[in-house]
């Protein structure tokens, strides 16, 4: 049975830190890239960060524009990390946590926010 499950997500005050976890489970995370992907009330899903697969053959680490330099994503066995400093108002959104297989690169994943099993998602607040 497979699952994704995100935790971490929560109420910040501006410039404050988090960081989100990926617990995945009934498949092999190691054969799959990861993505972060949010979405605010009234917007469109977008791609937050995109990690390939441990064997790096999906390109290099895609970050959005908007998180550049503040948001860093992670790996390790079964599950995937977004930690997320210098945290602004325009970051509050539900975050989203998909495994996939890129048809050809991460940035690509992220650009269309694509992904095979996803996650519930977890509500990251920012405001004063």
């Known amino acids: 049975q497979v699952q994704v499950v995100e935790s971490g997500g929560g109420s910040v005050q501006p410039g404050g830190s988090l960081i989100l976890s990926c617990a995945t489970s009934g498949f092999i995370l190691d054969y799959y890239a990861i993505g972060w992907f949010r979405q605010a009330p009234g917007k469109e899903r977008e791609g937050v960060s995109c990690i390939s697969r441990s064997d790096g053959s999906d390109g290099p680490t895609y970050y959005a524009d908007s998180v550049k330099g503040r948001f860093t994503i992670s790996r390790d066995k079964n599950m995937g990390y977004l930690q997320m400093n210098s945290l602004k108002p325009e970051d509050t959104a539900i975050y989203y946590c998909?495994?996939?297989?890129?048809?050809?690169?991460?940035?690509?994943?992220?650009?269309?926010?694509?992904?095979?099993?996803w996650g519930q998602g977890t509500q990251v607040t920012v405001s004063s």
């Open positions: 998909a495994a996939g297989l890129p048809t050809t690169t991460v940035q690509a994943m992220c650009e269309m926010t694509s992904g095979d099993y």
